[in-house]
Each structure stands twice: as C-alpha cells, then as structure tokens.
C-alpha cells in the first residue's frame, strides 16, 4: 500500500518568504507527527496531531511555525517569514493509534521529507 | 540528561559479518517502546524494528534483532550477514507510553551511527 508522502520534496526560498509544507499519512493512520532534521540539531520533533487536534504546540521553534491537519488525513505545515535556521529537511511520520500503553501498532512510519532551502 | 545514546558515532564491518550497534536509553516510564530506523544516503527513515517494554522476547526481524537487556536500559541492534546496501545512519529511537504525562507519543532519537560495509 502507499506510504507516508509529502510535498515538496525539496523548496528552496528567500529569506522573509512564507512556506507551505504537506504530509499526506498512511490511509487509516490517526497519529501524525511532524520532526525537522538538521545537521547542528539532530532530530527534533515539532508537533503531533491525534486526529485533527494538536494537544500541544510547545514544540514548535517559534511562533512563525504553525500546523493544521484537515479530515483527519493531510497535514499542513506552514513557516512564515522564514529565516535561513530554517533551512533543514522536515519529515513527516504517521502510525496506526497512538496511546499510552505502548504497542507496536505504535510505530511510526516516516515520509520521504521536505528538503527545505532558506537563501 | 539524555534519553537516547549512541556511543559509535561511525562503525565499519566487512561484507558477510554481523555487526551490534549499540542504544542505551533513559526513561521512568514503564511502558515504552524501542525503535531502529534505517537512513541511507537518499534521507528516509525506514523503520526496522520494534521493541516493547513489557515483551518477554527479543525482537527479530529478518536479519535484524535486537537485544534488549531492560536492566542495563540497552537495546542493541544486531545486523547478520551485512550488505553493501546496509551502509547508511542507524538510528535508536525510544517513545514513552506517556502514562505519568509530558509524553506526545514523539519518538525520541539518539544521534546516530553510521555505518559502513567494505567488501
């Protein structure tokens, strides 16, 4: 069946620029969850969203980052007034449930990731 | 402190031999689940393998399996007979079932080993 895709793959943009990035889950999968890789940072993870509600945005790096997940399916991602630390590749992951007795339905599957470029 | 280490930041094997990449973590919760991903050089995360906190068996998966020794807090992962297509970054990565709160369910990566097959 189809993975985890998200769009673009790679963005390159200005400095000051707004910037959309989509993630579109595995069909059936509730949980998504958004994570930026860069290279000084590592893995970081950004927000998560059980169906259409993020409980909680405290892991955004800024104000300028904002998330929303329609239908319960895609999730958008949106950078405004983008700085060039905000050059990093954003990846997407998706699994079945997710809850607090971990089970391996837990597992999260990641998309290929957006390669974003800020110049 | 932090919750997932990598110690081997670059590890070598020849083709044909196994190889343990090595994953400590830290975590007060009883429930949690430990995860390997694979990331070659085109940037997606693939997931590996899967273990869960309360399994009584090491995880096996193909030529991967993990041991998981809970009172050391480690869980290593083993590669047999390595490929040329096995170079890439391993990554451990650890999600609380979030049962005593501040957990998302986000997973929580170590920084990584990576790791060559010479022929």
């Known amino acids: 069946g189809a993975g985890v895709s998200q769009s673009p793959s790679n963005k390159v943009t200005e400095k000051g620029k707004d910037v959309e990035l989509r993630c579109d889950p595995i069909?059936?999968?509730?949980?998504l969850y958004w994570y930026r890789q860069s290279l000084g940072q590592g893995l970081e993870f950004l927000i998560y969203?059980?169906?259409?509600?993020?409980?909680?945005k405290s892991g955004l790096p800024s104000d300028r980052f904002s998330a929303e997940r329609t239908g319960g399916s895609v999730s958008t991602l949106t950078i405004q007034r983008t700085q060039q630390e905000d050059s990093a590749v954003y990846l997407c992951?998706?699994?079945?449930?997710?809850?607090?007795?971990?089970?391996?339905?837990?597992?999260?599957?990641f998309g290929p990731g957006t390669r974003l470029l800020v110049l | 402190a932090q919750k997932i280490t990598q110690t081997q930041p670059g590890m070598f094997v020849q083709e044909k031999e196994a190889v343990t990449l090595d994953c400590t973590y830290d975590?007060?919760?009883?429930?949690?689940?430990l995860f390997w991903y694979k990331q070659p050089s085109s940037g997606e995360m693939i997931f590996l393998i899967y273990?869960?906190?309360?399994?009584?068996q090491n995880a096996t998966e193909g030529r991967y399996s993990l041991n998981f020794q809970k009172a050391r807090k480690s869980a290593n992962l083993v590669i047999s007979a390595s490929q040329l297509g096995d170079s890439a970054m391993y990554f451990c990565?650890?999600?609380?079932?979030?049962?005593?709160?501040?957990?998302?369910?986000?997973?929580?990566f170590g920084k990584g080993t990576k790791l060559s097959v010479k022929p």
């Open positions: 992951a998706s699994s079945l449930t997710s809850g607090r007795n971990m089970r391996a339905e837990e597992t999260q599957y």
């Open positions: 069909s059936g999968h509730t949980a």
């Open positions: 969203f059980q169906g259409n509600s993020a409980p909680d």
């Open positions: 975590t007060s919760d009883p429930s949690y689940g």
């Open positions: 273990q869960g906190s309360y399994d009584q």
């Open positions: 990565a650890m999600r609380e079932g979030g049962r005593y709160g501040g957990s998302q369910g986000n997973l929580i």
